[in-house]
């Protein structure tokens, strides 16, 4: 790559300073609500094109609930919605689900996926992660809090450097550093000096999309192709993480096995831990002696009835003596055994931290010259932190990244968020931000959002409750028949409704449809926290995994759930869950015959309706349409219109009748054919879809 590359670099769109954009006219001064809508509606304007009608209540309502805290609206809160005449009534139902502890469930799960969460290490040796746990309570009760984001990547990043004014916060910033240990590992590498690198480099990836939509792990082997990363720069940082301690002990009591960094939390955990660990030394060592006895009472055993004499007795009875001595001190030693202080995964500081040397190809057998540890210059506008001798450069590289590359961690967080909330980002490829991703839609818009998330303290919450409130966030996805001649103009010159001149529809995530089930039956778990995987085996998967509880039997919400690199449920991999070994920002959205299987077969499903079924059927004294009103208002949030009421009504009847006839004796006909309406609601497209 030339010399001059990272000069060239500077002129892509990404790398640029933010701008500072006026808000610009529209000629329909009526219809923007916020500052969000003037951008939209200027270009819009430009292109001879207008944007459709709002859609109804009902629908709203569904689509932002869902969109901030990951479940349906209840009916209660449907019918309180549709009674309140006040102005500012939507607004209302915007900050109540703000406030919410839902909502840090499920923008914590969008993080989640960028950060490549999982509770086991997938790869070659599927061992369980028991302590992830806690990286993923905090990253929910940081989206709860809105905590700042550039804080929120500071303590990522180098959480166990920063300064802490209690127990509890220091506690915190390690849990954070998770963020660099639940990455998956080919912890069984005999080439150690190997796994070292890979393991950086999967940091490495993991930091470039998660922050800044670049790929430097393209830089390992060459200069990238395409970005203004050149190898000594991917060097410069992956000597940050060469002086960072990741890999520590073995797993499976087995040297060839690597295990992770495990840090102790609370105010005497460290006090406490060095105490177990003593414990459990010479538990090991009584143990060893153990089984050593055992090994010579077997043979002074096999001496005494090979007919040998009264020696061998005796060696027989002291050495019964030796093995019923340890095994009562081992015994004891177990009852006394202290507990272990509360752990987190995380990393440390290396005993020297130093440069890395550049890797030829990156072959770490054929090294090159040290490279200082540094950053991206393309990216570096002032003169970027020194990193001290004798500390790993975390924390320079922390400030860096909320500093030097603000402009860009800025413009990609907040075209997440409008990802999340518009169905595609501002700039749809929103893990790259590179010179091969794709061009800003609206480059101004993007940088005024940019700016004011800075200037608003990195807030999420206030980013999104301005995007949630503008006019464009309330448009309908269908084409009413008062706006055709609109739309057949907009769809010739913006088929593709590239500048959002109509809601787009939106697929739940496999999550959302989970929880959307346990909800409508009320079977919903909404327990916050903790771990899931406490009884899980050492190997979450393989030959030596013992068996566990079905996750399919859990009621919890589905970020709870264990993540298992190597054995997701059935309903994620069907329904798109993200590929937790990369930072995933935008899941895939597939429509296969496998879903609509699972929705008609799955166990899990009919007991979900059967459940609801039970519910709509608890008073014998309601009106079948008036309990075909309550299923809809329960399934799809909405009420059903007169034919499909009556569709309704006609399958209850036949079904009932059918029933009556085929099924065993003791089974329900009325409860089987309610459960089939249920079932048949939630296999439809309007309830896995957001119009």
Known sequence: MPVLQADRGRGHWAFQPLASVPVPPVRNTSWPLT????????????????PIGETDRYTLLRRVTFDLVGLAPTVAEIDAFLADSRPDAFERVVDRLLASPRFGERWGRHWLDVARYADSNGKDEDFTFYHAWRYRDYVIAAFNRDKPFDQFLR???????????????????????????????????????????????????????????LSLGCARCHDHKFDPI????????????????????????????????????????????????????????????????QAELKKAQTDTTSGTKTAADTRLAEQQAVVSMLQRQVEALQKELPAPPPMCMSVREARKPGPCRIHIRGSHEQLGPEVPRGFIAALTRSTPPAIPDDSSGRLQLAQWLTTDAAPLVARVTVNRIWHHLFGRGLVASVDHFGTTGDRPTHPELLDYLAQRFIQEGWSVKKTIRLLVTSRAYRLSSRIPASAEATVRTNMQRDPDNTLLWRARRKRLEAEAIRDAMLQASDQLDLTMGGSTVAEFSEWAVGPNARSRTDPEKLRRRSVYLPVIRNDLPALFQVFDFANADVPTGRREVTNVPAQALFLLNSAFVIEQARACARILTSEPTTPDAERIRLAYLRLVQRPPDEQELSAALAFLHNYRQRAAQSLPKGRDPTLEAWTALCQALMASAEFRYLD
């Not at 590992?185 to 005999?190: I, S």
């Not at 609370?266 to 831990?273: L, T, V």
């Open 35 to 50: 500052d969000i809508d003037r951008f939209l509606l200027s270009a819009l304007e430009a292109k001879g094109l207008a």
């Open 155 to 213: 303590e990522q990043i180098a959480g166990d450097l920063l300064p802490a004014r209690s127990p509890q916060q220091r506690d915190e910033y390690l849990v954070a550093t998770g963020f660099l240990a639940i990455g998956p590992k080919v912890l069984a590498e005999r080439d150690k000096a190997r796994l070292r690198m890979d393991v950086v480099d999967e940091q490495l990836d993991t930091i470039g999309k998660a922050f800044l939509g």
């Open 230 to 293: 050149t190898t000594r720069e991917y060097y410069a940082l992956a000597g940050i993480f060469t002086s960072t301690v990741t890999l520590e002990g073995i797993k499976g009591n087995n040297a060839v096995i690597s295990g992770w960094v495990e840090r102790p939390l609370g105010a005497d955990g460290a006090e406490r831990y060095e105490r177990y660990q003593a414990a459990v030394k010479k538990l090991q060592a009584l143990r060893e002696q153990l089984t050593k006895a």
